[in-house]
C-alpha cells in the first residue's frame, strides 16, 4: 500500500503511474463541447453528482483495501460493475435519456 494523505491520493498515485493516451482534441462544436463536458461531468445534478463522488471513493477505498489480493481485487470489480449496472438502470439514468432525447 501507498503511504500517501488520504486513500484518494494514493489511489491517484497509481493511476498517474500508469502510461497514458493521448488525450482528444477539444472538439470545435458547441454541440459536441456539451456531449463532452457532459460525459465527463457524468451528469448536471449536484445530488447525482455527489452520488458519483461517493461511489467514487468507495470505489477508491475497495481498490486499495484489496489491492495485492486476486480475490479481493475480483470480489471489487464485480461490485463495481454491479454499481456500473444498476447505475445505468436506475431512475436518474432514465430521466438523462429522457432529458437528452427529447433536447
Excluded at 96 to 103: F, I, N, T, W
Aim: aromatic residues 8%; hydrophobic residues 45%; proline residues 6%.
Amino acid at each position: 500500500m501507498l503511504s500517501t494523505g488520504s486513500p484518494l491520493e494514493a489511489a491517484m498515485a497509481v493511476v498517474m503511474a500508469e502510461p497514458k493516451a493521448r488525450p482528444a482534441p477539444w472538439p470545435r462544436v458547441w454541440v459536441d463541447q456539451a456531449a463532452l463536458l457532459e460525459r465527463q461531468q457524468g451528469c448536471l445534478c449536484p445530488g447525482h453528482r455527489s452520488a458519483h463522488r461517493d461511489a467514487l471513493q468507495a470505489a477508491l477505498s475497495g481498490f486499495l483495501h484489496a489491492s495485492g489480493d486476486r480475490q479481493g481485487r475480483y470480489f471489487w470489480l464485480q461490485a463495481l460493475q454491479s454499481w456500473f449496472l444498476d447505475h445505468r438502470q436506475g431512475a436518474d439514468a432514465h430521466a438523462y435519456a429522457l432529458a437528452h432525447h427529447s433536447s
